[in-house]
């Protein structure tokens, strides 16, 4: 497992530089659809395939739209997640002329493609429009010239997109708030062609844990209980089963911890706001008392403060990789089918131990 620290102030990292060049760009209208439940109505964010409701997709996509204009241009805990995500593509003699990227931290993953995946076309998604508008304004700050960008107002739990129609998922720190997130991803694979690659990067159970514990200590001295302040998230052990269940093809799971160090705990609330990661929940409290909140900044300073004065927060990234099936890929021989034995192997290449 590899540890980052990271400052909110500076964080400096290396980089590839590619030549820019001139970018074509449209707005994205999708001729078909599909998912992996029925709809009562037309309108994704009206109802949602999930039968189990755990986040308020409405209260998100608000969210997502106060982060647009709260969105911190050189966020180094979210350009890092980017980095290493879209840093797979280099793993990957293949290319991916048509991507798609999901929620989440588009702009972040735009900035860090330069050139990778050799991607012609790329679809921006989100659910919402301010934060895809900010996308298109920022668009040729983004270095990636020479890519056709088109863009696209809709919900991971009901893609709009067509079956076997782009070459290339990424969703970077999106796909966690979904209800459903076998589904949406069982509708990602479809989205992809054959031998079509699904990169993801998610927020895993780890997340926050520091936040987790001093609001628990808060609520407990002031209020006599406790109620959900954040969300829940997938554990590492989940990740390949996720993947398995949705049918991807060479499954692979890595995991990753950031620890993130803020001036205090209102400094911590004021990122996650501008990355759209406040609290969505359905069950939610909707009041947060005033002495609660300031139990908790309180409780977090003297439980996990440095001798610095600064507070750490732990992020947890799971970041998951699967392929849509294709003839040409590996596959694991038939059980039965082996012409040598593992005692053989150890009379042959053993120690005699």
Not at 20 to 28: A, E, G, N, S, Y
Not at 94 to 100: D, S, V
Not at 235 to 246: F, Y
Not at 305 to 314: E, F, L
Request: aromatic letters at 8%; charged letters at 25%.
């Amino acid at each position: 497992m590899r540890r980052f620290l990271f400052s909110q102030t500076s964080c400096s990292l290396l980089r590839r530089q590619r030549r820019p060049k001139d970018i074509p760009h449209r707005w994205f209208l999708s001729s078909a659809s599909f998912s992996t439940a029925e709809y009562d109505d037309g309108d994704a964010f009206q109802s949602s395939p999930s039968k189990v409701k755990i986040f308020d997709r409405h209260l998100k996509r608000t969210q997502r739209d106060r982060a647009a204009w709260l969105l911190r241009p050189n966020d180094s805990f979210v350009h890092a997640v980017a980095e290493n995500l879209v840093d797979r593509l280099e793993d990957c003699k293949k290319t991916f002329p048509t991507a798609l990227c999901l929620g989440g931290s588009l702009q972040a993953v735009r900035q860090m493609l330069r050139g990778r995946g050799a991607i012609q076309k790329f679809i921006m998604m989100d659910t919402s429009y301010d934060m895809l508008k900010l996308c298109k304004s920022s668009q040729l700050d983004s270095g990636n010239e020479n890519i056709e960008t088109s863009y696209v107002v809709g919900d991971e739990e009901f893609l709009p997109i067509k079956e076997s129609s782009v070459d290339l998922v990424i969703s970077c720190l999106g796909l966690h708030w979904t209800n459903d997130l076998p589904g949406a991803m069982i509708q990602c694979k479809l989205a992809l062609k054959p031998d079509g690659l699904f990169l993801a990067a998610i927020l895993g159970g780890e997340t926050l844990k520091e936040l987790r514990i001093a609001c628990t200590v808060a609520q407990m001295e002031r209020e006599g209980g406790i109620s959900p302040r954040v969300s829940p998230l997938a554990q590492v052990r989940d990740a390949g089963n996720l993947l398995t269940r949705a049918g991807f093809a060479l499954p692979g799971v890595d995991v990753d911890e950031y620890v993130v160090r803020y001036k205090s705990a209102l400094d911590l609330i004021e990122h996650l706001r501008a990355m759209g990661e406040t609290n969505a929940l359905l069950q939610r409290t909707n009041i947060l008392k005033r002495e609660t909140a300031l139990a908790t900044a309180a409780i977090y300073d003297s439980m996990f403060a440095a001798k610095d004065g600064t507070i750490p927060a732990t992020f947890q990234v799971i970041y998951m990789t699967g392929w849509r099936e294709h003839p040409s890929q590996q596959k694991s021989k038939r059980r039965g089918s082996a012409t040598i034995s593992f005692k053989d192997m150890q009379k042959q290449f053993g120690n005699g131990s």
